[in-house]
């Protein structure tokens, strides 16, 4: 993980410094779309019932 | 690490590292012949779906199909980010390639599984498409050569991360990441997504091709389009890095908001790639609650981004303009702008092509009722073309005309022909993407050798009017092909053979340079105070750039108009349930 | 309010966490807007609209469905056009259409303004269902069956292309659906708009 940027400013928002930290996005981009997406996706697939084909 | 490895850029005095450079370049030159085998697929399938030419055998038109879908969406698209994330991650911020070894080793996986792919293609051991859909079945070495390519642009993805952690450590630059930096991170983070879908496909089907395991077809279905839809959103991440680089290089754009901007990069990085249930809606597999939450990227949050970059990066060439006192008036700013220059040309198409046509069709088309009248036929590929062609080629090629001096340290070639290529390609795709999609409304399938049906039991009569469509789509295909050729001819010609960009004197203009190299935009010591001023209260409330609010509000115009005659088309057709 | 200007090539410096200027946040809360008007469409369209692709979702083997589609031929098959038998089942009932390299089995003969639940599935890889010259388009999916309820609103010959590619006889592989009016007949014109 990087150090915090070196500013000439002392007061760097929260937001700010969760938007430099790329790691975090990159975790978050990837649990986003593998809980949503994929997960999801496949829990809906496997959990189809079989077909009565009445 | 030694001194002698980096060396100054003349015109953006950056300190540029050797062995990144060298890397940048031959991820370029192999795009480059990626994109010439696509164009030449690409003829060739147009002049086949020209019914009245229908020149490929059924065979190989399939054949070339797939081969067109690889080499351009894949092997051409990823090759030039791959040099793209190498450049941002190294020239853009003073910084040096943590691995040099590791991106070689990593160049030579993706070129070897390309190869590969593109022999087994070629020899018809693949008939499967791009997208393979599982159980159609190829050679076990196509999808060995799909995966090497894959862990290949992983590896880069890891060199990208780590240049960053080094220019960090090592204080290239103060402050945060430059917007161009933080949209190649943007594209760098999706890919990673992207990569991660791919192996989760392409080895369960690898072993599946060899007998080893089962793959459901609809899983395939699922998880195939994490990659495939996923990877070309790592196109619009890096599309957008390079509106805002052209902008900046071509006209002095500035950066209206960083939290603005880096937000609607932070939401494609969270919700974009949930787009890759775009292909799933009419699928028997997943229920509409996942479907709706998928194909609206979280309630549409990747599209708000885009219409907030489809804003600020306008917004910010003519704020650029103005504040160097360019243009007067409403749309000075574009009148005055330089339209000889290929990188301001293949900007503003790009955005505007995309915006307008490519974002509208996409997110009407995605959702989910109304894609019951869409799937599967031309308005899908009408749709994709103007988002990756003539919205990310267009814009990768605009890039190059800057990339071949900065980089390459050379001229353009053919410099006549460089100024108008932007416009005979984006005149080519415009025209072929608007025959497309209409064509697609009168549900001429797409991936489709013969439309006469002159071999099914059944006759089908198309229209009329769809034979006239799709000779236009042969039409613009053809000239936007001429001027795929005409780029690649430029960039061979200019970094194999071209002259060496020289001395540059500050304003005068060379042949085989883009204005924006020979004079850069430069703005003035007082801009601040100037921004101060346009941005005063007295302004307005259409802010420092009124002519990009009112093309946006046209934008959304064409948007709510197209999406609900779209709602009012589905109402027509049987009730489905 | 202002950082210092610069472009997007150059490093923002200190706090750039700063309100955007009112035109450009009085921009994105209008995208905002539009992109829950987009959301909301599709719920709505659920509860109000008439064309949703939710359907009766279920696993199933390939080989059962096709032989479910052959007991469903046997009982209502009223003749055949080329080989391929031609089947008229009564209103409300569950009808079977099964996809394979490169046909459409059987021929369905529907009434105008009657609901049938239309069962969809592959015998062996992807296929697309697309009823030409409406333009519907179902994904056909090896081992799910996709139960439609369909209500046809207009008598016709109509024709499904195959618009997934399914092989080297992808572009041979077209079916039929005959939709009869409240007097029993088709309107002549085959296939026509």
Not at chain 2, 132 to 161: E, H, N, Q, R, T
Not at chain 2, 469 to 480: D, N, R
Request: charge should be neutral; glycine fraction near 10%.
């Amino acid at each position: 993980m990087p150090e915090p940027p070196v500013q000439d400013d002392k007061a760097i928002p929260l937001g700010q410094r969760l938007f430099d930290n790329v790691f975090l996005l990159l975790i978050a981009g990837i649990l986003v779309m593998a809980a949503i997406y994929t997960g999801w996706g496949l829990w809906e697939i496997l959990t189809l019932p079989p077909a009565t084909l009445p | 690490m030694n001194a002698t490895d980096f060396r100054t850029c003349p015109v953006t005095a950056r300190r540029i590292h050797r062995p990144a450079e060298t890397l940048v370049k031959a991820n370029a030159v192999v795009a480059v012949v990626s994109l010439l085998i696509g164009a030449i697929a690409a003829v060739l399938l147009v002049l086949t779906r020209w019914q009245a030419v229908h020149l490929l055998p059924a065979e190989w038109f399939y054949r070339i199909l797939g081969v067109h879908g690889m080499s351009m969406l894949i092997f051409f698209i990823i090759f030039y980010e791959m040099a793209v994330l190498i450049f941002a991650s190294t020239a853009l911020i003073n910084a040096r390639i943590a691995a040099p070894k590791l991106g070689w080793a990593a160049f030579a996986l993706m070129l070897g599984g390309a190869t590969l792919v593109e022999v087994i293609m070629w020899a018809g051991k693949a008939d499967v498409l791009f997208t393979s859909y599982v159980p159609l079945k190829a050679d076990p070495l196509y999808y060995l050569g799909i995966i090497l390519f894959a862990v290949g642009a992983l590896l880069v993805c890891g060199i990208f991360f780590a240049n960053l952690v080094v220019a960090r450590r090592e204080q290239t630059y103060t402050g945060s990441l430059p917007l161009v930096v933080y949209g190649a991170v943007t594209a760098a983070i999706i890919a990673v997504i992207t990569l991660l879908h791919g192996a989760a496909i392409y080895i369960p089907t690898f072993l599946w091709s060899l007998g080893l395991m089962n793959v459901d077809p609809q899983v395939y279905r699922m998880i195939w389009w994490g990659l495939g839809h996923s990877s070309q959103q790592i196109n619009v991440a890096a599309m957008v890095a390079i509106w805002y680089m052209l902008g900046a290089l071509t006209i002095g754009a500035v950066v209206l908001n960083e939290k603005i901007s880096r937000s609607a990069f932070v939401l494609y990085i969270l919700f974009i790639s949930m787009a890759s249930a775009h292909h799933l809606l009419v699928d028997p597999g997943m229920g509409s609650a996942w479907k709706i939450v998928n194909t609206s990227y979280f309630m549409y949050m990747a599209v708000l981004a885009s219409m907030i970059h489809g804003f600020t990066v306008p917004a910010g060439m003519e704020l650029g303009q103005r504040l160097r006192g360019v243009g007067t008036g409403m749309f000075g700013w574009l009148r005055k702008a330089p339209w000889g220059d290929p990188g301001f040309s293949s900007l503003v198409f790009s955005v505007v092509v995309f915006g307008f046509v490519g974002g509208i069709t996409g997110v009407t088309i995605g959702t989910e009722q109304i894609n019951i009248i869409v799937h599967n036929t031309l308005r899908v590929p009408g749709h994709f073309h103007a988002t990756v062609v003539s919205g990310t080629a267009m814009a990768f090629m605009g890039a190059t005309y800057y990339l071949i001096p900065l980089v390459f340290q050379r001229k353009v070639a053919f410099w006549g022909l460089a100024k108008i290529q932007p416009y005979l390609f984006a005149g080519g795709m415009f025209i072929f993407v608007m025959s497309m999609t209409f064509a697609g409304t009168f549900g001429v399938p797409r991936r489709h050798w013969d439309i006469s049906f002159s071999q099914a039991p059944f006759d089908v009569a198309f229209n009329p009017a769809v034979d006239v469509l799709l000779a236009f789509v042969a039409l613009g295909g053809i000239i936007a092909a001429t001027g795929a050729f005409i780029f690649v001819a430029i960039a061979v010609k200019s970094v194999f053979f071209g002259e060496p960009i020289g001395t540059l004197v500050p304003g005068v203009a060379v042949v085989g340079l883009p204005q924006g190299i020979t004079n850069p935009p430069v703005h003035a010591a007082d801009v601040d105070r100037r921004n101060e001023e346009l941005h005063a209260p007295g302004q307005g409330w259409l802010g420092p750039a009124p002519g990009t609010m009112v093309l946006v509000f046209v934008f959304l115009a064409a948007f709510i108009v197209y999406f609900f005659v779209n709602w009012k088309v589905l109402s027509f057709v049987w009730k489905i349930g | 309010m202002l950082t210092e200007t610069h472009t997007g090539l150059d490093s923002p410096r200190g706090n750039w966490w700063k309100p955007a200027h009112k035109s450009e946040r009085t921009w994105v809360a209008i995208a905002f807007g539009w992109c829950i008007v987009l959301f909301a469409m599709m719920p709505l369209w659920q509860v109000k609209g008439g064309q949703n692709p939710s359907g009766i979702r279920r696993k199933v083997e390939p080989a059962a469905f096709f032989a479910r589609t052959q007991e469903f031929i046997k009982q209502y098959q009223i003749g055949d056009d080329r080989g391929m038998p031609i089947v008229a089942p009564p209103p409300g009932s569950d009808i079977y259409l099964t996809a394979m390299s490169f046909q459409w089995t059987p021929i369905l003969q529907l009434e105008q303004g009657k609901e049938y639940i239309l069962h969809l599935s592959s015998l062996d890889v992807n296929h697309g269902f697309s009823l030409y010259p409406i333009n519907v388009n179902f994904q056909v999916v090896p081992g799910y069956d996709y139960g439609l309820r369909v209500t046809p609103t207009a008598a016709g010959d109509f024709r499904i292309i195959c618009n997934e590619f399914c092989g080297i006889g992808h572009h041979t592989m077209v079916g039929r659906v005959i939709v009869v009016d409240s007097t029993g007949t088709v309107p002549s014109q085959s296939g026509g708009i």
